[in-house]
């Protein structure tokens, strides 16, 4: 397996995942792509990456399947998973927040999505960038953390 610093992302809207692809290359951040839930389950296997930039509803399987691959991976997972999604609401009822370290809901801004991903990989994030965050149960709602 890979040790660089490096980001998967997992999106099968070509738009979306070519303004992603363009903040990982702007930064000068090695990254891979994936289409479908199959071929980021592939990558996930065969590399460590430090950043996940994951959408849910995705062809072949979803978003949930892999966070639960990576859930159940038996050296755990190192990266730092970003959902990126246009329905946090339902993804917050749904998904176990100790495999999640943000939320970022599309429409998004792409200077928020290049200082989240910078400071997940220890990197000069200049400014903090507000996400919604998964603290507790549904009834909690959204929260707000500055990264």
């Not at 099968?12 to 071929?39: K, N, S, T, W």
């Not at 389950?41 to 990456?49: A, G, K, V």
């Not at 946090?88 to 970022?104: E, L, T």
């Amino acid at each position: 397996m890979t040790t660089e610093k490096r980001i998967l992302i997992v999106e099968d809207d070509p738009g979306i995942r070519d303004l992603l692809a363009e903040v990982a290359r702007r930064e000068g951040i090695p990254y891979d792509i994936a289409e479908d839930g199959q071929q980021a389950i592939n990558h996930l296997e065969r590399t460590d990456y430090s950043v996940l930039l994951l959408d849910l509803m995705l062809p072949k399987m979803s978003g949930y399947n892999i966070l639960q691959f990576l859930r159940n991976k038996p050296q755990g997972s190192k990266a730092s998973v970003i959902v990126v999604t246009a329905n946090a609401d339902d993804f917050m009822r749904r998904v176990d927040p100790s495999v999640v370290d943000a939320i970022i809901t599309k429409p998004f801004d792409v200077e928020e999505v290049r200082r989240l991903v910078l400071s997940k990989l220890g990197g000069d994030a200049q400014g903090d960038a507000t996400v919604r965050m998964k603290t507790g149960g549904a009834e909690d709602g959204d929260k707000t953390r500055k990264n």
